[in-house]
């Protein structure tokens, strides 16, 4: 059994450690180790609004303020903490989830095919904004986002019983709000048409790795014949926003990233997040997320001109991204139990969609060049059944569709994060209650996971932890 999850660039990490997922690829000479330490220096960065600061950047309208903020420690986000009364929570700073949002319209398709903004909005909801971004409510962004749980309960057959729970969430206060003629509140967010699914931040080693991965190889895995286990992996055809700035004809390529891989690159994830997530322009994205709704119009002036952050910055945090080791399994993963559950997790049909094992293919970074890896995802599109789903398009994704997340460093979420959640809305509090969310293509082997011994549950578990 692999240990060297990541290749040779692992990170050994025999016992689990805060810092496993900080760790940049080993094989790197030392010039390139130094260009990953700068990029993580802006990665670590707090952007400020202010403009007369050398910081600046950050805003009108945001999400956080850090990439750091959000990937705690280079890993999973966390839901806020809701009271024992399980009241509606409002989301404040440093906040490691966001709605995403968007009309639905599949008569009317939008260039390329990606989501349709909601006019007056955009394709993300921002919860916080600069202090003078809404006189009468600041630091306020688009709207305040406010959330609180529903419960359920999964009964195996056996007798055991796993509390389950799912984030409910809340647009208050909108910038558009205004009553109508019945006196009902009204706003462009509150239309029948807007579709919401929450993001919550995943962990970022094997980046580059995965962004190696032959494309020819991952279209071979969409081939399979896995019609008996209901599977039906396919891709996601996305924009690329380096094509369409090289000038290419065709400007689609295959999706690798995003929880519904709606994005083609490393550089194009982490400098859309930049613009997206915290305001902070760049010459790929150089316009802000709100530009031409009326929110930003009446500070436009304020506004320093130009993008927020120089090509040699941008790029050293995605190299910093790219860059990311992943840890190896710790010590113990050769006991019998964890080998075990190794097979059984095959047995069951897991790694129908979580493939063990790529050889990279050549990357511009030489060290993660033809590595053997074991991310386990197959980087393709699954239907997860209506308990997963946010009813929101995303390219050729539909609502019910998300990426198989990679199960690399899972073991040591909790490590990293304590209170770190799966799945992507952060619901799944434990591995198993990940597994139970499972449904759609995956409901066969959530089904034969399901009506296993609980001593063989438990280790197809203690192998994931293995990871």
């Not at 197959?378 to 994704?397: E, K, P, S």
């Not at 073991?411 to 449904?439: C, M, Q, S, V």
Request: glycine share 10%; net charge neutral; hydrophobic share 35%.
């Amino acid at each position: 059994m692999q240990r060297n999850l990541g290749g040779d660039g692992s990170y050994v990490a025999n016992f689990g450690t805060t810092v496993a997922f900080k760790q940049p690829v080993a094989t790197m000479p030392p010039a390139l180790q130094e260009k990953h330490v700068t990029g993580d220096g802006l990665f670590e960065k707090n952007f400020s609004d202010d403009p007369t600061r050398l910081d600046y950047g950050l805003g009108p309208a945001y999400n956080n303020i850090s990439c750091a903020s959000c990937h705690i420690r280079d890993g999973r986000g966390s839901l806020p903490v809701i009271n024992a009364n399980n009241e509606w929570t409002k989301l404040g700073q440093n906040e490691a989830i966001f709605l995403r949002i968007s009309v639905e319209n599949y008569v009317s398709k939008t260039l390329y095919g990606e989501p349709t903004a909601v006019p007056g909005y955009s394709t993300q909801l921002f919860h916080l904004g600069s202090y003078h971004l809404r006189k009468n409510s600041p630091n306020t962004g688009q709207a305040e986002v406010w959330m609180k749980y529903e419960y359920s309960t999964f009964q195996y057959a056996d007798g055991q019983s796993v509390k389950l729970k799912k984030p409910l969430f809340q647009i208050r206060n909108p910038y558009d709000l205004s009553t109508d003629e019945s006196g009902q509140a009204t706003s462009r967010l509150f239309k029948d048409d807007v579709r919401m699914g929450p993001r919550m931040t995943p962990p970022m080693i094997g980046l580059g790795l995965l962004e190696a991965i032959e494309q020819q190889d991952i279209l071979a895995l969409a081939n399979r014949d896995l019609s008996a286990w209901g599977v039906h992996g396919r891709p996601n055809w996305v924009y690329d926003v380096e094509k369409q700035k090289n000038n290419f004809v065709n400007v689609y390529s295959m999706g690798r990233f995003g929880l519904k891989s709606n994005t083609p690159s490393v550089l194009h994830q982490s400098l859309g997040a930049f613009r997206g997530d915290m305001g902070v322009t760049n010459s790929f994205f150089p316009d802000e997320s709100i530009a031409g709704t009326p929110l930003i119009e009446n500070i436009f002036p304020t506004l320093k001109q130009g993008v927020n952050i120089n090509d040699e910055d941008a790029l050293n945090v995605v190299f910093y991204a790219q860059t990311l080791a992943v840890p190896s399994r710790r010590k113990e993963y050769l006991e019998t139990d964890i080998v075990a559950g190794g097979k059984n997790f095959k047995n069951v049909g897991c790694a129908n969609c979580h493939q063990p094992e790529f050889v990279t293919g050549k990357h511009s970074i030489e060290a993660l060049s033809f590595q053997r890896i074991a991310p386990y995802t197959d980087l393709l599109l699954h239907d997860m059944g209506d308990g997963l789903a946010d009813n929101r398009r995303d390219f050729q994704a539909s609502g019910n569709d998300w990426r198989t997340r990679a199960l690399w460093g899972i073991g040591l979420t909790k490590t990293i994060n304590a209170r770190g959640g799966f799945l992507h809305d952060g619901r799944a509090a434990t591995i198993e209650e990940a597994i139970l969310w499972h449904g759609g293509e995956a409901q066969m082997s959530r089904d034969k996971f399901a009506s296993l011994p609980v001593d063989e549950r438990t280790q197809i578990i203690k192998f994931i932890n293995s990871l």
